[in-house]
């Protein structure tokens, strides 16, 4: 599979919003309101002061992620990113590929950390790759989120210094 890594651009709506639909109407792993429009969906993800990619293979779309300032002022050196994969693409390498691309585009926007601040910890394939790609969970918001199918569970804070390397 060669995957290509690209902006997104307005071309890939719908596809974009076929990813994001059924990962917020399912309610496991952001917390967005399930019951989100496709348009408000559309808007939140690509909103103003995010960059959007889109993942391709086969002129597919397979997975997409944003990239924007975790906080203004003195925490704008810290990003945070929001990723999804299709669900026909799970275990291909997707969201692992859109990290190691997120990681490079962060540092070539002077980014000097980034930072996930709601880690759902029932996700436990998106906690490995995070950990496999060097980020810690630096923190733990106990029953911070209420899953449709364990009830409350813990939120992790997860992060990665971007200097080293």
């Not at 408000?40 to 924007?68: C, E, S």
């Not at 799970?90 to 880690?119: E, I």
């Amino acid at each position: 599979m060669a995957l290509i890594i690209r902006s997104y651009t307005p071309a890939d709506a719908d596809a974009v919003q076929a990813m994001l639909m059924p990962v917020f109407r399912a309610g496991d792993t952001y917390s967005i309101d399930t019951d989100i429009s496709a348009p408000a969906a559309l808007a939140y993800w690509t909103g103003a002061g995010r960059r959007v990619f889109v993942a391709n293979a086969d002129a597919v779309a397979l997975g997409t992620y944003y990239i924007t300032r975790n906080q203004g002022g003195g925490g704008a050196h810290v990003c945070n990113c929001g990723f999804v994969t299709d669900a026909a693409a799970r275990g291909r390498g997707v969201a692992r590929a859109m990290l190691d691309h997120a990681v490079s585009t962060a540092r070539d926007m002077g980014f000097r950390a980034m930072q996930f601040n709601f880690v759902v910890s029932t996700n436990t394939r998106a906690i490995a790759i995070w950990q496999g790609a060097g980020f810690d969970i630096v923190g733990r918001l106990p029953g911070a989120f209420r899953h449709p199918d364990h009830g409350y569970v813990d939120a992790l804070v997860m992060y990665r210094d971007l200097t080293a390397e």
